[in-house]
């Protein structure tokens, strides 16, 4: 089996995901706008895996997760990667709801910890120190380009408890399903 590209994350609801991208409809003019079913928070990009080590990886994920509470989140605010002059990726971004804090950050390391205990090492600047939480909305439509007018004031609303961690395969050769989700783990649902 080839390798396959992976990356653990949360997925977006779908409905808070269509109502997001309606929200941005007029600033993302010009970009190559996601799909709703496409957006997600990435926790830990975990690269190129063979066939023969995504059980494994299910398994060490599966022991990390366990007995873990879920985040609340909420969107609060836009962002460009690289930065607003030259921006390629366009970006919700994603805090913790107050009472919460520490579920997210704990999620993230637990998924980081389960790839490294079967080898993975993040690449430099990739999977250390804490996670810039984001839900990527749209790119440039070619090279990077400075954001359309609006988009940094924009202020997307929307929350949601993650309720589980996905493992993801990029499939970037197929826009109509960009990423493809091979498990799923539950977080435990606490009040507050």
């Not at 991208?21 to 496409?38: I, K, N």
């Not at 022991?63 to 690289?82: I, K, S, V």
Request: with cysteine; charged share 20%; proline share 8%.
């Amino acid at each position: 089996m080839a390798d396959v590209r992976l990356f653990l994350g949360f997925r977006v609801p779908l409905d808070l995901a269509e109502n997001v991208l309606d929200q941005l409809g007029g600033v993302l003019e010009g970009t190559r706008v996601y799909a709703p079913g496409d957006l997600h928070v990435t926790l830990a990009f975990l690269g190129a895996w063979s066939g023969d080590q995504i059980a494994d990886l299910k398994g060490a994920v599966q022991e990390e997760l366990r007995g873990l509470p879920a985040p609340d989140l909420h969107l609060n605010g836009t962002g460009a990667f690289p930065d607003s002059s030259s921006a390629r990726a366009l970006w919700a971004r994603v805090e913790e709801a107050d009472g919460t804090y520490g579920r997210l950050e704990a999620v993230v390391e637990r998924c980081r910890q389960a790839a490294r205990c079967l080898g993975w090492r993040p690449k430099r600047g990739e999977g250390r120190g804490p996670l810039r939480a984001h839900v990527t909305v749209a790119r440039s439509g070619g090279p990077a380009a400075p954001l359309t007018p609006g988009f940094e004031v924009a202020q997307p609303r929307g929350a949601w408890i993650a309720q589980d961690v996905a493992l993801f395969e990029s499939t970037p050769d197929h826009p109509e399903q960009r990423y493809v989700v091979h498990a799923t783990w539950p977080l435990v649902v606490r009040p507050g």
